[in-house]
T-cell receptor
Framework: AQRVTQPEKLLSVFKGAPVELKCNYS??????LFWYVQYSRQRLQLLLR??SRESIKGFTADLNKGETSFHLKKPFAQEEDSAMYYC???????????FGKGTKLTVNP | EPEVTQTPSHQVTQMGQEVILRCVPI?????FYWYRQILGQKVEFLVS????????KSEIFDDQFSVERPDGSNFTLKIRSTKLEDSAMYFC??????????FGQGTRLTVV
C-alpha cells in the first residue's frame, strides 16, 4: 500500500502564480514529514520538515493530521523553483524515509 | 559545506558481475543509508547502517546485496551478481544525531 502519495506527476505554473504541491500519507502513528527538492543535475536536499515549521525559500507546509496531508505551498512561484519535489515520511521507531513518487514543478516565465 | 560524495557517478557492468558502489559520508555522522531509484519510479529505501551493523533493511535488500564500512570513512554497497533489474540510480545518505539525512549525488548503475 502506498504510504506517501503525490497525485501530480507534473505541475506547471507561471511565474508569480501560487503553487501547491500535494502530499497525502498513510500512517497510523505520529509521522515526521519532509519535503525534499532535487534541482536539475543536483542532489536531493531537504527543503523543509514539519517539526521545524519554517518557511524556506518562501515555501511552507502544514501537517494536517485530520486529512493526513502535508501539502507544500508558495504564494508566488519563481522560475528557479523549477525542480522535482519529493514528499517523504519517517515512521516512528525507524530511521528510513518513505518517499512519494515526486512532482516535477515547472515555473514558466 | 560538507557533502556526501559518491563514486563512480556512472557504472556500466555486465549482468552477473559484481559491483561496488562507494560513498564517503559526512564526517561525524552516525547513520548511513542506501536508497535506489529505478528510472521513472520512486526513491526506495534499501538499508540503514548504524554502529557498524545493519539496523534496518528492505525486502529489496536480499542476499545479493551487502554493505560495509571497511575503514571508518567509506561506506560501500556491493551487489554480488548484478541483474538487469538492478539498473537504477543509487543514493547514499548520512545523518547526524540532530540533523536530517544528507544525500550524495548518486551513482547511475547500468546493467547490460
Amino acid at each position: 500500500a502506498q504510504r506517501v502519495t503525490q497525485p501530480e506527476k507534473l505541475l506547471s505554473v507561471f511565474k508569480g502564480a501560487p503553487v501547491e504541491l500535494k502530499c497525502n500519507y498513510s500512517y497510523s502513528g505520529s509521522p515526521e514529514l519532509f519535503w525534499y527538492v532535487q534541482y536539475s543535475r543536483q542532489r536531493l536536499q531537504l527543503l523543509l520538515r514539519h517539526i521545524s515549521r519554517e518557511s524556506i525559500k518562501g515555501f511552507t507546509a502544514d501537517l494536517n493530521k485530520g486529512e493526513t496531508s502535508f501539502h507544500l505551498k508558495k504564494p508566488f512561484a519563481q522560475e528557479e523553483d523549477s525542480a522535482m519535489y519529493y514528499c517523504a515520511l519517517e515512521e516512528g521507531g525507524s530511521e528510513k524515509l518513505v518517499f512519494g513518487k515526486g512532482t516535477k514543478l515547472t515555473v514558466n516565465p | 559545506e560538507p557533502e556526501v560524495t559518491q563514486t563512480p557517478s556512472h557504472q556500466v557492468t555486465q549482468m552477473g558481475q559484481e559491483v561496488i558502489l562507494r560513498c564517503v559520508p559526512i564526517s561525524n555522522h552516525l547513520y548511513f543509508y542506501w536508497y535506489r531509484q529505478i528510472l521513472g519510479q520512486k526513491v526506495e529505501f534499501l538499508v540503514s547502517f548504524y554502529n557498524n551493523e545493519i539496523s534496518e533493511k528492505s525486502e529489496i535488500f536480499d542476499d545479493q546485496f551487502s554493505v560495509e564500512r571497511p575503514d571508518g570513512s567509506n561506506f560501500t554497497l556491493k551487489i554480488r551478481s548484478t541483474k538487469l533489474e538492478d539498473s537504477a540510480m543509487y543514493f547514499c545518505a548520512s545523518e547526524g544525531v540532530y540533523t536530517e539525512a544528507f544525500f550524495g549525488q548518486g551513482t547511475r548503475l547500468t546493467v547490460v
